[in-house]
């Protein structure tokens, strides 16, 4: 299953991307925010593998997916995740990664948007939430560009590199998105 964006596929994973995932998964510049760790091989393949079981799972509640430039079919840029939070509460939340060589071309703002189509049309998400590094301005930019709504902070909320960071919670509720659809931009 796959769906696409104006310039994106955002497709299921097989394991022969592992190679490109591992080309921003493995860079520490790219990842310091998302995870605060580079990966080493053997997470990118257990990471590719577990998207790809996930994919099988019914229902299914994760989707972690490859996004490949339409002009470029075999150009893997990142990959971006949707996952169900909270099953009572419909609550769903958004990830996404890209190569750096990707940045700053709205591709994040585009899978962002696509994103939030997808669980309020297609899983009936109530809430579709996100976390960011408080220093993660391009997240926060993305998440912001695509309408979600600042809740609060988290402090020290993860450790990573040697240190405590803050997180920003973000989230759109479904009659937000109705209305924003019903007025025009
Ligand atoms: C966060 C990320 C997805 C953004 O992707 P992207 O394709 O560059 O996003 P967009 O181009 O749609 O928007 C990025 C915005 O952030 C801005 N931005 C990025 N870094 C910035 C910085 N250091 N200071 C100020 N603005 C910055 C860009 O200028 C752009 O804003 P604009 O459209 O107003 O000019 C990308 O940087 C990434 O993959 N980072 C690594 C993984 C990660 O941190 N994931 C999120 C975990 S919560």
């Not at 994760?62 to 893997?76: C, N």
């Not at 995740?81 to 419909?90: K, M, P």
């Amino acid at each position: 299953m796959q769906h696409e964006t104006d310039r994106m596929i955002i497709r299921e994973f097989e394991m022969s991307d592992w190679t490109a995932v591992h080309r921003y998964g493995a860079d520490l510049n790219i990842m310091k925010y998302a995870i605060y760790h580079a990966n080493s091989e053997t997470d990118t393949r257990n990471f590719v593998m577990r998207a790809m079981e996930s994919a099988e799972e019914e229902p299914r509640t994760e989707f972690e997916r490859a996004v490949v430039l339409r002009d470029s079919p075999d150009t893997l840029i990142g990959g971006c995740g949707f996952s169900l939070e909270d099953e009572n509460d419909r609550e769903w939340r958004i990830g996404y990664c890209f190569h750096s060589d990707f940045w700053g071309n709205g591709y994040g703002t585009e899978v962002c948007k696509s994103l939030l189509q997808f669980g309020f049309c297609d899983c009936g998400a109530h809430r579709v939430s996100a976390v960011c590094d408080i220093e993660n301005i391009g997240s926060i930019r993305v998440l912001e560009k695509s309408g979600l709504v600042r809740e609060g902070r988290f402090r020290e909320k993860s450790w990573g590199l040697g240190e405590w960071h803050d997180e920003l919670q973000y989230a759109m509720l479904d009659s937000q998105w109705h209305e924003n659809q019903s007025s025009p931009s």
